[in-house]
């Protein structure tokens, strides 16, 4: 049986993937922890979206995509990572849903709903984690489709929660 408590961090270490030991203020652990966060808002916004929603299975989507983007973060330097993204796929899909949207750019006041308020966090999480993203590409690579990725991601959020106020 595998221990969820494994006290391997009770000195400030944590580990990528591989099992090579970094401190837990590493900028991949912090960008990893900031895309964890943004996918559990998205859990709560798919939660609180209409059961039949269009947009659950696309979010789905992008949270199971969030995982293998920190798969990829967390993959040290010089090692292959076989996880295959889909960031591009999915970039083509959120474009697609921006384009048929009839909604126009606007500074809003969130909080018309929980629903429409849960999504604005996850956009606000989504612009955190993105920031994280090109603050670890100074130092270690990020690939051009995950930062294109996590740019729209934001965008599309912002759609779902205007779509969502009422």
Known sequence: MK???TKTGDQGMTSLRGGIRV????????TNGQIDQLNALLGIAKLKLPKDCL????????QRELMVIMSHVATPEGEDNPRILHVTELTETIELALAKADVSPRFVIPGNNE???FLHLARTQARTAE???WTLNAVYPVRDDILKFMNR???YLFLLA???EQ
């Open 153 to 155: 991601l934001s965008d």
């Open 55 to 62: 947009h659950h299975e696309t979010i789905a989507a992008i």
């Open 3 to 5: 221990v969820i408590c």
């Open 131 to 133: 920031r994280r993203l």
């Open 23 to 30: 401190p837990k203020d590493d900028i991949r652990i912090e």
């Open 162 to 164: 205007i779509e969502n």
């Open 115 to 117: 629903t429409s308020s």
